[in-house]
């Protein structure tokens, strides 16, 4: 049997208590025959021990945890002797996993921190964003390489680890003669009904942009690596933006308690990348809630991959067309995120190199939208193009444009260099999630 120490920084954020906590009580309940667990919660306030342990109660099945043993501790998270003391105390026999439910802010120095014990058995998490911008992403990436962390630092993002997403290999060779097609088409859709909730503050100092376009670029990986013998990387350097739309629901300034708001809370990105067309989608207060991939080849047959609300893989074409059912196990995607890792395999987790990648396509849209001065339209609406438009970029064009002239990463470096810089290794651990270039 296993033994594992799991420390969740961060525990008394949202993010560790709707999402962390209960996969951590799911995984140790399923796995208990396999792997014994002690949870180690840090966070900077003092934790609601009670609340803590009604969560990890009522996220199982019988009612009461499985967790060997429930630790709380409280302190700055650059306190490096406590977290020295931790991994001294992890001994051989033992798996530490840090799990960072903090913002990227704290990546940094806490990687750095971690670099004498890089010969622990560790696994450290990082959730997405990995990074507040493409300079910070790529510090966290030289802080990993240069403390050689690589092959012990993990990116998630948990649409990856959404059951629907994770093809086994029987269901892998059923799309293996789609891979002799050429793709024409590529739409990635994540709509929903809800509106930002609780998340005003983080929501309004981001966007739909920034917020969603890394999980679709995930998921656009992932999709063409199944699909496209051919798939690499540096195919996005070419990535141009051909038509952009932005949204925000009425509703949204009132939320986040203000008269104006230039805010996207909807975007539609169209652009194009070595002769595939591509198209991502995302946005809030929705009349739908749907998340897809469309895949169209050059024959005008498609592959549509539903993760919700169906949760089926169809292949549509008039001479054969088949239909696999994903409305499998019920795991939270976090809980599926450490079965993995339970069963050593990282295929799914985004490597390095996409991460360099995303924010080159978010830069490219960025760019787009400030010199097109991409106009703001208001919803609901059947149809955002018909809405009145108000130009948001007008007021604040010129700031834009002089931090988007000092943002020197992605538009003075090729994505060919940054994806060969010597801090973006190939790590045989993700081999079969990302393409044959040198990442």
């Not at 709707?18 to 995984?27: Q, Y």
């Not at 809980?335 to 799914?348: F, H, K």
């Amino acid at each position: 049997m296993q033994h594992w120490k799991i420390l969740l920084l961060g525990i008394t954020g949202d993010l560790a208590k709707l999402k962390v906590l209960p996969s951590i009580a799911e995984f140790a309940e399923k796995n208990q025959s396999d792997v014994m667990v002690d949870l180690i919660g840090y966070s900077r306030s003092a934790p609601d021990t009670k609340q803590i342990e009604r969560i990890l109660n009522d996220s199982t099945t019988s009612g009461s945890h499985t967790l060997a043993s429930v630790n709380f501790f409280q302190g700055q998270y650059n306190n490096a002797s406590f977290f020295d003391g931790l991994y001294n105390a992890t001994s051989d026999d033992q798996k530490l996993i840090i799990y960072m439910a903090v913002p990227p802010s704290v990546f940094l120095e806490f990687l750095e921190n971690s670099c004498p014990h890089n010969d622990k058995n560790i696994e450290i998490i990082l959730e997405k964003p990995f990074g507040r911008d493409p300079e910070e992403s790529e510090k966290i990436l030289k802080v990993i390489h240069s403390c050689q962390l690589t092959k012990k630092v993990h990116f998630f993002d948990h649409y990856l680890f959404k059951s629907q997403m994770q093809l086994s290999k029987a269901e892998t060779m059923n799309l293996k003669n789609l891979k002799t097609k050429a793709i024409k088409e590529v739409r990635l859709q994540a709509l929903e009904t809800i509106s930002i909730g609780s998340r005003a503050q983080y929501y309004e100092g981001i966007g739909a942009i920034k917020d969603m376009l890394p999980h679709l670029f995930s998921m656009l990986c992932l999709n063409l690596v199944t699909l496209d013998k051919d798939f690499n990387l540096n195919n996005f350097e070419n990535f141009e933006v051909e038509k952009l739309l932005l949204g925000q629901y009425k509703s949204y300034p009132s939320e986040i308690d203000t008269e104006f708001s230039s805010t996207e809370t909807y975007f539609l990105a169209k652009g194009r990348a070595s002769e595939i067309e591509i198209t991502f989608e995302s946005g809030k207060k929705l009349d739908t809630k749907l998340t897809q991939i469309t895949t169209i080849f050059d024959d005008d047959t498609k592959l549509v991959w539903s993760i919700a609300p169906d949760k089926k893989l169809s292949y549509i074409s008039q001479n054969g067309s088949f239909t696999l059912n994903l409305d499998r196990n019920k795991n939270m995607d976090h809980t599926n995120m450490l079965e993995n890792i339970l069963d050593e395999n990282y295929d799914n987790f985004v490597t390095p190199g996409q991460v360099l990648t995303s924010w080159w396509v978010y830069a490219k849209i960025n760019q787009y939208r400030i010199l097109k001065r991409t106009p703001l339209n208001f919803y609901p609406s059947s149809n955002l193009d018909d809405q009145q438009s108000f130009d948001t970029e007008a007021e604040k064009s010129k700031q834009e444009l002089e931090k988007l002239q000092k943002s020197q990463i992605m538009f003075e470096t090729s994505l060919d260099n940054l994806l060969n810089q010597d801090f973006i290794v190939d790590d045989d651990s993700n081999a079969n999630a990302q393409p044959k270039v040198q990442l």
